[in-house]
């Protein structure tokens, strides 16, 4: 039996040894790593099926790993989607041999019985370059699992790569390949919109707060974060455990973030400590800014209109005045004995051509703007153009919501209030910048939570989120958007997020959105569904040459460290090798 196995393996370092296709004529041999089987049947719309070697069991393949097909003429890198059992024979499922036995076992292993996998070609690798899978390798051809080497190859190798002028991004593993690393292209992942999907508790905050760390260290764009529930600047917590991990700001001490804060004694409360507190002044707001509550406010179509009407009567005082009493009452007949707010609503109702019963219900649903402390009647400062000068300078913004995250509605209207404006100016800036590339703003991605709300279909038409998808970063601005109802985004604005990264699904509409317009939606759909539901995504689109699942990388120390963070404990020990670099060590002597 030793002599057998020693045989086999005297036969595959020869076949390595060989020059293949995979081989190119000038170019270092190809690593050798564990053989897996060989083709045996298949089609290029349906996939490949490769018969297993008997030394390789199913159970240590995972639907979502890679192979490499190594075919006569090109190198075939390949996703596992499917594992099966197969037999020689009908028969012998009809009457099971006894494997009790081991030598009846190692008898039937592999060649009675054996495993079988399903490849789907998802890139041909040609003079060391990914092209688009348009043939199929033949019969028998070797298939063996993917290396780091290969894995380069296809999604480049972490770090700055000067030809192609981008960073690549070490994002996570490919699932049961614990020592190769799988990166993401951070200049294409930002030159569209992107988005983070998955339900409820699959880490969708850990997985954005990962890649806007990449983002931020590479200093590819900054950042806008409409941090709904205070995760992203400060501590936030950790998925699925009770300890506290790092916010953007403690990662990047330098200055590369800053916080912003709608409710500042929330966020000092936490120990954020932020650089700015914004307040909106009423006579800011304008009738854009409410139409996206019109759901969230249940707003009539006709109350929209007495809003703009509103407007046009009284000019920027009209929210001031409108939800001031003594305001309203000056409208009203002084002879009138019923007097009161009721009677200067008629009045006023009468002066702007509207109904009393329509102005009447649209006060009571502004009147909860009150309960706001961030608007005021006018603005100490003016926060958008305080905001536009940090993003301008490269520095990226967390603006914490505070005790305002668990109002819908306060989250709607300040990331539709700000991004209208930011949108504009950078709009104003990259015109008058036309020809002229170092005068340029710097590229803006922003990132909003509860993306459905901004992008219904109902909506996304006339809002400025959908506009700035549609864009393609016409004007240097993006959106990074994190969602857990992807089926629920308007399906034009859906086809334009350039990269998908995506946790674990479970309904059958939203796995669809995500999977709309993908290649091989059919072998995706069941690698998504195999998900764990923490620390696993499905990650396609612009930013990867081909679908790939991975296991991310930890948020922990050695994330920070890896982002440039250095621990207090750690600068001890970085002085006296900085002393001993500069000084030589006590022991020198001299040279001779």
Same mark, same amino acid.
């Given at each position: ?245 790092? =916010? %953007? *700001?403690?990662?990047?001490? /330098? ?5 912003? &804060? #709608?409710?500042?004694?929330?966020? !000092? ?74 009677? =200067? %609503? *008629?009045?006023?109702?009468? /002066? ?5 019963? &329509? #102005?009447?219900?649209?006060?009571? !649903? ?227």
């Amino acid at each position: 039996m030793n002599n057998d196995l020693n045989a086999a393996s005297d036969f595959d370092a020869d076949f390595d040894a060989l020059p293949s296709a995979s081989a190119e004529k000038g170019l270092a041999p190809l690593p050798a790593t564990q053989r897996l089987g060989m083709v045996i049947s298949g089609s290029l719309s349906r996939g490949l099926e490769v018969r297993l070697d008997r030394r390789v069991s199913t159970e240590e393949l995972a639907v979502g790993s890679y192979a490499v097909i190594r075919g006569q003429q090109k190198r075939f890198f390949s996703m596992i989607t499917d594992v099966l059992l197969g037999t020689a024979s009908d028969d012998l499922l009809l009457s099971p041999p006894d494997l009790s036995d081991p030598f009846l076992r190692e008898v039937h292993v592999g060649t009675s019985t054996f495993g079988i996998v399903h490849l789907t070609p998802m890139l041909a690798l040609e003079d060391g370059e990914p092209r688009p899978v348009k043939t199929i390798p033949a019969h028998f051809s070797e298939v063996r699992q993917a290396s780091q080497e290969e894995v380069n190859e296809v999604f480049g190798e972490e770090g700055y790569d000067k030809a192609r002028d981008t960073h690549f991004f070490h994002v996570g593993n490919p699932l049961d390949m614990e020592d190769v690393k799988i990166t993401l292209d951070l200049k294409r992942f930002v030159e569209r919109s992107s988005g983070v999907f998955g339900k409820s508790g699959t880490g969708k905050t850990f997985l954005s707060r990962l890649l806007l760390a990449g983002i931020i260290k590479e200093r590819v764009a900054v950042n806008l974060i409409f941090d709904m529930h205070n995760e992203y600047g400060w501590e936030g917590s950790s998925e699925g455990v009770t300890k506290r991990v790092k =916010g %953007l *700001k403690q990662v990047f001490p /330098d200055g590369r973030v800053s916080i912003f &804060t #709608l409710d500042d004694e929330s966020s !000092r409360r936490r120990g954020s400590n932020p650089d700015f507190t914004v307040t909106i002044g009423y006579d800011q707001i304008e009738p854009d800014d409410l139409e996206m509550l019109k759901d969230i406010l249940n707003l009539s179509d006709a109350q929209i209109g007495a809003i703009y009407a509103l407007h046009r009567r009284l000019g920027r005082t009209w929210l001031a005045n409108f939800l001031n009493d003594d305001w309203i009452d000056s409208w009203g007949d002084p002879d009138d004995e019923s007097g009161g707010t009721a009677n =200067g %609503l *008629k009045a006023l109702a009468d /002066d702007i051509q509207q109904p009393f019963q &329509t #102005l009447a219900a649209l006060r009571r !649903r502004l009147l909860r703007f009150e309960r706001y402390g961030f608007l005021k009647p006018k603005a100490p400062d003016d926060a958008v153009d305080r905001l536009f000068r940090y993003l301008d300078a490269g520095t990226s913004v967390v603006l914490e919501f505070g005790r305002y995250g668990n109002m819908l509605d306060a989250y709607i209207f300040v990331a539709n209030f700000l991004t209208r404006r930011l949108h504009q100016k950078y709009v104003e800036k990259k015109e008058r910048a036309f020809g002229n590339q170092a005068e340029e703003p710097t590229p803006l991605v922003i990132t909003i939570e509860e993306a459905h709300k901004f992008l219904d279909p109902q909506i996304a038409g006339n809002t400025i989120f959908g506009t700035i998808a549609r864009e393609l970063r016409k004007y240097n601005v993006t959106l990074f958007i994190v969602d857990q109802r992807p089926s629920k985004i308007d399906p034009e604005v859906m086809s334009q997020i350039g990269t998908r990264v995506t946790a674990l699904l479970d309904e059958e509409s939203d796995i669809r959105a995500v999977l709309m317009g993908v290649s091989g939606s059919d072998g995706l759909k069941e690698v998504l569904a195999r998900l764990d539901t923490r620390q696993q995504a499905l990650i396609m689109g612009h930013a990867v040459p081909m679908p790939v699942v991975v296991q991310t990388r930890a948020y922990d120390l050695e994330f920070y460290k890896a982002m440039g963070f250095r621990d207090e404990e750690d600068l001890p020990q970085r002085l006296a090798s900085n002393v001993e670099r500069m000084r030589g060590s006590a022991d020198f002597e001299g040279f001779d």
